[in-house]
């Protein structure tokens, strides 16, 4: 008989997952969604490592438009004041089918989107309750219907409700004591850096990435300030009091529209108390922005579980967690170096971290122990 898998959000994750199961006819598999639509906000840039762009290929990433996407060959560390430090050469992980990739999100979610059926996806709905009986999971909505499953996959973003449902205790994430700023600008307004390539510029207690993020050079840029308030009243105030009090000509980058939110990342991650359930993307672990993982880490999950069950493995919860948990411990360990590396203000520390930064981009063993083993 054929089983049936239930899809809580369709993010980045979710998406994925269902585009993964849709190439084996023994799954159906249906998604639900809280919104009443798919979020396709324009703007917001995406960093893909070869880990996801292989998988996405598995589902036709390969064939996506060559203008919408872009492969920036290298990351250029910048300080703030845009003096260049060195450069990491980000296309000796490349192959001519797989490169690392920055596109807008909203090409992403389109993209995951084309290939399922509109009936795939039901809109407006949030779980109230589950229940487990024998084998199958119960899923009560709060809109009063219900839907049984084989298995259940929760992929439903960093504040995951149904996680705190299903196993009846509360998550919450935790306050980085950050704040990311984002806007995009236009090439003709960074002629002291690359736009070819990522350019990250780092500050005392904050950081600038800006990509590329399609043949047009049209950039995404995020800032990373770290701040106590998660939700301060100004913006253009945090800004003038940090990187552009070192930096005035910063200013050109925010002259565009600014969107800010806190930056939260998990815990720790948790194997459900039911066999049968499953996190997936940042409901099992939100990592924080610091080695631009969160999406290809998304979609390396989505890709675990529907190997794990299409092999119909017999203990696919535990075998899951043991991989994912391997994976996230050492993504969160350089994550959390690269924020402390990143914002260093003392200045003996910024030498000290710059003169190490020139040999590590260098030392192709290192490289591959701290990156390699990640896009693996
Ligand atoms: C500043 C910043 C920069 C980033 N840059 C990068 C980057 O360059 N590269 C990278 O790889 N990652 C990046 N990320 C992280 C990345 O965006 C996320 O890790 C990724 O989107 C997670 O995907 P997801 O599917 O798990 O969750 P989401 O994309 O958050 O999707 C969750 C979905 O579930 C839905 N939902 C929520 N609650 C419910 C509910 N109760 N019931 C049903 N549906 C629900 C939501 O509406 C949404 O559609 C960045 C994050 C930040 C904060």
Redesign the pocket.
Known sequence: MRKKIAI?????????LANLLKKNPNFDFLL????DF??LEEG??????IN?ISILNKIGFDQLNENEKYCPAKLDFYSINYEKICDLDLSIFNTPEKKYT?LR?SIL?SFLKKNLSTSSITFG???KNVDHKENKINIFFTDGTTESADYLVV????????KS?IEKKTFKPIFLGAL?I?TEIQNTNISHLNDNNISLMMGSNAHL?L?PINQKKEL?L?C?IRRDIEYPDSIKEILENTILKTNKNLINFFKGNLKS?P??VSSKPIKSIHKNVFY?????Y??S?TL????????E??NEISELINKEYSDISGQYFKHRKYKTSLISKRSKFNYFAFHISNPILKILRNFFLKNLVKNKSFIQSYIGKIYR
Do not use: H, M
């Not at 639900?32 to 919104?35: D, G, I, P, S, V």
């Not at 992929?155 to 149904?162: A, N, P, Q, R, V």
């Open positions: 809580i959000g369709s993010g980045i994750a979710g998406l994925t639900f969604e809280k919104e798919l979020n917001y840039g995406i960093q893909l490592s996801s920055t999100r979610i709905k949030k779980v992929s439903d973003g960093i504040f995951s409700e149904t449902i990311a984002r990435v990509y995404n995020v990373i939110w930056i939260y997936i993307g940042d409901s099992f939100t990592f922005p631009a993982q969160g999406a290809s880490q998304a979609i999950s989505a």
